[in-house]
């Protein structure tokens, strides 16, 4: 028999949700109108994502209020609205009731979401963002390590979704370190198994490139990658079109190869 959680049929498509935060930083960095982040989104879309993901920061470092109004008027696809389990946050996603509301941490000093969220110890104040937005129509997604007491928690709290912090295991590819990158990699199929065997839905992301990224959709618990600086970097050289049809068809490629053995390197 197949321990619980295992897949014994086709995995669910994988979806791509692109986020377009550094367009927002890039724009901001001369503080005008260009490039436009609703603009890439469109882009985007046309490329291949099945939505968009945005971060509304607390210091509005690079998507302001008026982005997300425009986005959530505009997308002809679902809008995950990243964002801080704070009262102001909370009051701008009641406003505009995006598909999906995924919780982070956010520390003004730090230079991106560092780690996932402490939903252990955070679980009282997170109740109430959690019940709010749920009751809003909204999905709910918590940004966790992969790790199996934050999966409980965040099954406890009623979420929809957990989206497992990938930057230990990126962070380890880019050192060259095989073994850690292993190791990082079990840690995610464990926690993408547990997380489903729970009832919720699993997403991905953070530092995810065109190397990172196969092992990953490989998981057939994870049903969405959300992956944004990487694509915007390599817009520069190759246009965001390119870079979004680039990383859907190594999505996909990896996704129908799944159950067979991974290609030699891949990762590093
Ligand atoms: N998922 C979450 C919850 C994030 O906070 C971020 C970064 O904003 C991402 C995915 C995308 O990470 P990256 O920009 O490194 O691809």
Not at 87 to 116: N, Q, S, Y
Not at 145 to 167: C, F, M, N, Q, Y
């Amino acid at each position: 028999m197949k321990p619980t959680g295992s897949f014994d049929r086709v995995p669910a498509p994988l979806r791509l949700g692109v986020n377009i935060d550094h367009v927002a930083t890039i724009r901001n960095a001369r503080g005008g109108r260009h490039p436009d982040p609703l603009r890439a989104a469109h882009l985007a879309i046309e490329a291949g994502a099945d939505g968009i993901t945005a971060h509304l920061r607390e210091d509005r470092r690079h998507i302001s209020d008026v982005d997300i109004a425009r986005l959530k008027r505009e997308l002809t696809r679902p809008l995950n609205l990243e964002m801080a389990a704070t009262d102001e946050m909370l009051a701008i996603a009641l406003r505009h009731v995006p598909h999906a509301c995924c919780l982070v941490p956010e520390k003004r000093e730090e230079v991106t979401t560092e780690g996932g969220l402490d939903v252990v110890r955070g679980e009282n104040h997170l109740r109430r963002f959690v019940d709010d937005l749920k009751a809003a129509g909204i999905r709910v997604s918590l940004f966790i390590e992969p790790d199996e007491k934050a999966i409980e928690v965040s099954a406890r709290l009623g979420a929809d979704v957990v989206e497992l912090h990938t930057g230990a295991y990126c962070d380890r590819a880019l050192d060259d370190d095989a073994a850690g990158f292993a190791e990082q990699l079990e840690r995610l199929r464990e926690a993408a198994r547990v997380a489903a065997a729970a009832g919720l839905e699993v997403h991905a992301g953070h530092g995810l490139t065109f190397n990172t990224v196969g092992p990953i959709a490989r998981l057939p618990e994870v049903v969405e990658l959300n992956i944004g600086h990487f694509l915007v970097g390599e817009a520069i050289f190759s246009g965001l079109s390119s870079a979004v049809q680039r990383m859907r068809a190594l999505m996909d490629g990896a996704r129908s190869g799944l159950g067979a053995p991974a290609p030699a390197g891949e990762g590093k």
